[in-house]
Each structure stands twice: as C-alpha cells, then as structure tokens.
T-cell receptor
Framework: GAGVSQSPSNKVTEKGKDVELRCDPISGHTALYWYRQSLGQGLEFLIYFQGNSAPDKSGLPSDRFSAERTGGSVSTLTIQRTQQEDSAVYLC?????????????FGPGTRLTVL | DAKTTQPPSMDCAEGRAANLPCNHSTISGNEYVYWYRQIHSQGPQYIIHGLKNNETNEMASLIITEDRKSSTLILPHATLRDTAVYYCIVRVRAETSGSRLTFGEGTQLTVNP
C-alpha cells in the first residue's frame, strides 16, 4: 500500500518568508509525528497528533512554527518568517494509533533551505 | 529509553550476510528493541522490532540474547542498496500515547561490490 508522502520534496525560500510543508500519512493511521533533521544530526521531535486529542506541541522550537491536521488525515507544518537556522530536512511519520509499541513509518522528507 | 551502543561503522561484501550488533545492557523487561535505517538523503525506514523472541520479516532477522542485553540485526544477503546508517533503539512504554523516536549515532554499513 501507499506509504507516507510529503510535499514538496525540496523547498528553497528566502529568509523572512513563510513556508508550508505537507504530509499525507498512511491511510488508517491515526497518529502523526513531525520531526526535523539537520545535516549530520539526529531526529528532533516537533509535534505529535493522535486522533482528536490535543496535539503534543512540546517540541516546536519557537512560536514561528505551527502545525495542523485536518480531518484526522493530512497535516501541514507552517514556518513563519523563516530563518537560516530553520534549514533542515522535515520528516513526517505516522503510526497506527500511537499505542505501545508504536511502529512509526516515515515519509521521504522535505528538504528546506532558507537563503 | 535505555541507552544503546553500536559500532560506528561496518563493511560487508555484497551477497554476504551483514550482522549488526547492538548492546543495550540496561534494557528493562517492558522495552522493545527497534531497528531503523536511513539511506543517504532519504527518510528513516522501519526494519524490524522485537521484545524477547527472535523475529524475522522480509527485510531482516533480529536475534535477541536470552538476557536481552544485546541483539543482532541480520541482513541475510546484503546488496549495495543496503548501504545505510542503521539505528538500534530501545523504546520504553510511554505513560501517554505517542512515544517520540530518538536516534543515536548508529552504524554506517557499507556494502562493497
């Protein structure tokens, strides 16, 4: 079946612009995660959605970052007034229900470059 | 999550079995061992996970020692496309749903022709 998809695959933007990154999780998966990965670094958790529950936003690095998940499926990560330090690969993962053990399946990522 | 220790790099000849070790000596009884890999410039890929028993799927086999303090991921017939960083993760049951993943340094496996 179809895996997690993300768009765009690459995004180059100028400092100060807003960007939107999209994630389509695996059909039927109710849990959705956003991570980012800077060059040569590990995973940095950003936000977690589970069904209709309030999202866990504890990993968002600043109030310039926000995310929403409409209809319990597609999610959009928005970065306002982008900064050069926001340059990274943004990864989306989904899992069946977030319950333990929670096997997360990742998308290919969106590579964001802020000039 | 319990700390894991992996060798930083390994080499394997194409067509041979690749055996990737992982030490997790502080693992608790309710913690699963997970393996992911990340091919250059791609998103992480789930490989396999296990609790106590050995596991096998279409990608790999996972051998967990009886005391659960270490495990080995086996790729039975490595191909050039298996060249990647392999991450061994021990995951504890979270009090609430949604346990975020944390990757350590992993093992860079290079499959040579």
């Amino acid at each position: 079946g179809a895996g997690v998809s993300q768009s765009p695959s690459n995004k180059v933007t100028e400092k100060g612009k807003d960007v939107e990154l999209r994630c389509d999780p695996i059909s039927g998966h109710t849990a959705l995660y956003w991570y980012r990965q800077s060059l040569g670094q590990g995973l940095e958790f950003l936000i977690y959605f589970q069904g209709n529950s309030a999202p866990d936003k504890s990993g968002l690095p600043s109030d310039r970052f926000s995310a929403e998940r409409t209809g319990g499926s597609v999610s959009t990560l928005t970065i306002q007034r982008t900064q050069q330090e926001d340059s990274a690969v943004y990864l989306c993962a989904s899992s069946l229900d977030g319950g333990y053990p929670d096997t997360q399946y990742f998308g290919p990522g969106t590579r964001l470059t802020v000039l | 999550d319990a700390k894991t220790t992996q060798p930083p790099s390994m080499d394997c000849a194409e067509g041979r079995a690749a055996n990737l070790p992982c030490n997790h000596s502080t693992i608790s009884g309710n913690e699963y061992v997970y393996w992911y890999r990340q091919i250059h410039s791609q998103g992480p890929q789930y490989i396999i996970h296990g609790l106590k028993n050995n596991e096998t799927n279409e990608m790999a086999s996972l051998i967990i020692t009886e005391d659960r303090k270490s495990s080995t991921l086996i790729l039975p017939h490595a191909t050039l496309r298996d060249t990647a960083v392999y991450y061994c993760i021990v995951r504890v049951r979270a009090e609430t749903s949604g346990s975020r993943l944390t990757f350590g340094e992993g093992t860079q496996l290079t499959v040579n022709p």
